[in-house]
């Protein structure tokens, strides 16, 4: 089993976390995590007004200034690097330098978090059966958006809406069935630019499988994705490192070898 990593986990420089930053470090670390990145949330729109938000602006530097004030306690033998969760950042394409050319930055994630049309997507009527495949619809459209920005490193939590579904009784993912051809051409578009994926734990955590589930994996790896990193979407010093080597196991099933971790947004692969 390779040393754990994780590539995606919040603090309390999100919106939605209040763990200490000092405190999710080291509940990762003694979790067992060797290699980790934090990822915190850049949401730049308010979903209601479509309004920028400013304090996106500054996240990459309170991180930096968080970093700087814990680095001299943290473990030698801890590879921390930093990053952040950006999302909807499409809507504000001329920012894409500004918000991710912080030298100190190694990674970013890029996601999709809120629609024009109904908010958050965790705020969804899902038992609808028509605005659930309008959900979906947009879900996919804006993940292509994003990959068509090319801003990111890697695309996070694809398929995660299935969360909010089944949280309404619908057990309704994102399927090749359903969805394949988009779903092809969005990974065909992340491969050909030179990014990844990430396979995120926290369904494997509450119950709803690996996002992107198992058959995506496979279609990301049989269209020669190779660039997979790993992440627990933690925001509670409790859920950290949570379902990690479940992931890892996940991903050798579906044929992948290795877990890449990114220094200065260059990916290193570590062997599964």
């Known amino acids: 089993m390779a040393v754990l990593t994780d590539y995606h986990f919040h603090t309390e420089l999100s919106h939605d976390s209040v763990a200490p930053y000092y405190d999710m470090v080291m509940a990762e670390y003694n979790a067992g995590v060797r290699r980790l990145c934090t990822t915190d949330h850049c ?101 292509q958006r994003a990959a068509d920005l090319n801003y990111f490193d890697a695309m996070a939590h694809i398929g995660y809406i299935r969360r909010y579904a089944m949280r309404a009784g619908v057990d309704m993912g994102l399927t090749l069935a359903r969805h394949g051809e988009r779903i092809e051409h969005l990974l065909r578009t992340i491969i050909q630019n030179g990014r990844g994926i990430e396979i995120n734990c926290s369904g494997l955590r509450d119950g709803c499988g690996p996002f992107p589930s198992e058959e995506i994996l496979r279609l990301y790896k049989s269209l020669g994705g190779e660039i997979v990193t790993i992440g627990s979407d933690a925001h509670r010093p409790q859920d950290a490192a949570k379902c990690l080597a479940r992931g890892q196991e996940v991903l050798k099933a579906c044929g992948f070898r290795y877990i890449a971790a990114f220094t200065k947004h260059k990916p290193s692969f570590i062997p599964i």
């Open 43 to 143: 949401d730049v729109i308010h979903w209601q007004t479509r309004e920028f938000l400013p304090e996106c602006r500054t996240l990459a530097r309170r991180e930096l200034e968080a970093y700087q004030a814990v680095r001299d306690r943290l473990p030698p033998d801890l590879e921390l690097r930093m990053g952040m969760e950006l999302a909807e950042l499409f809507h504000y394409p001329e920012l894409t330098e500004e918000l991710t050319s912080p030298p100190w930055l190694d990674y970013i994630l890029g996601s999709a978090h809120v629609t024009m049309e109904f908010g958050d997507y965790s705020l969804a009527d899902y038992a609808d059966p028509s605005q659930r495949e309008r959900i979906y619809d947009i879900y996919l459209r804006d993940l």
